[in-house]
């Protein structure tokens, strides 16, 4: 088992206290207003661009790309790739052990992530300090605890590695019901209008489909994005046809600070 490292700091420790965080955040007025429930729906995403600080900022942004989720219908897997913040472990790493959260359990696809490891390594040590993964994983189960997860984390987020990366995950999903979710926030830690008008040359390239100008726009204008490889290699890996920003914030949004991280809500569908 993987156990929870930011439990009662990036989000509640306690099961009740954690659903209702989870709830508040879908009717913040900063989030998407209503509680959905989950449906069959079309399951026409196939990945998303979804944020993983503390719950208090960033949950009401995250809760528009679960809400979109959760109508269009949860899929058999999420893999969830996120930026090894700590820079330990393998440069491209899976998890194989299940992740615990005040929720319960999830289990690691370990079919997929068997496919997977002739080209990535199996190292929990990538895993075992990294939030950007645990923290989507509450807003899964407070919908569903039959869902499997595949996590990977990302050391290494150069472009090339992005590609290649990608290009060997798109060949283990194309006949399987899942969803690729990059987690990442985007400028971290300064003006507001700094931050919006980088941010929003970023989510740009995204809502066009294109991993290189992330990657070209990211070092260009030196946007301090902590997951631009996990964006890059799940553009990659579901070759989406149309991309949507569902929402995007700032932590100025929620309290008055001088410099701010910037969030963003973004779905790719087939």
């Known amino acids: 088992m993987r156990h929870p490292t930011v439990a009662g700091k990036f989000y509640p420790g306690r099961e009740k206290d954690l659903r209702e965080e989870i709830r508040n955040c879908f009717l913040s007025p900063f989030g998407p207003g209503s509680v959905p429930e989950l449906s069959t729906g079309e399951r ?46 393998s440069a491209v790493a899976l998890a194989a052990e299940d992740f615990v959260t005040p929720l319960g ?45 595949l996590p990977i984390s990302m050391a290494l987020q150069d472009y090339e590695t992005a590609k290649e990366a990608g290009s060997q995950l798109r060949d283990a999903i194309w006949d399987r019901d899942v969803v690729v979710i990059a987690s990442t926030d985007f400028s971290h830690y300064v003006a507001e209008a700094v931050a919006k008008k980088r941010d929003a040359e970023v989510i740009d390239q995204i809502l066009r489909l294109n991993p290189k100008g992330v990657y070209d726009t990211v070092l260009r204008r030196e946007v301090s994005m902590c997951g631009y490889g996990p964006v890059m290699m799940m553009l990659e890996a579901v070759r989406g046809r149309e991309a949507q920003l569902l929402k995007y914030g700032t932590s100025g949004d929620v309290y008055p600070m001088k410099d701010v991280v910037g969030y963003g809500a973004i779905v790719v569908r087939k």
């Open 44 to 89: 026409r995403i196939v990945g998303a661009v979804v944020p993983h600080a503390g719950y208090t900022f960033s949950g009401p942004i995250a809760a528009h790309v679960y809400a979109a989720l959760v109508q269009d219908g949860f899929p058999e897997t999420f893999v969830i790739i996120g930026p090894n913040h700590n820079a330990i472990g």
């Open 105 to 149: 359990t999830c289990e690691i696809d370990k079919e997929m992530a068997s496919d997977l490891e002739r080209w990535f390594v199996i190292d929990p040590i990538a895993h075992q300090y990294e939030h950007s993964i645990e923290v989507q994983l509450p807003f899964i189960q407070y919908f569903s605890g039959e869902v499997k997860i």
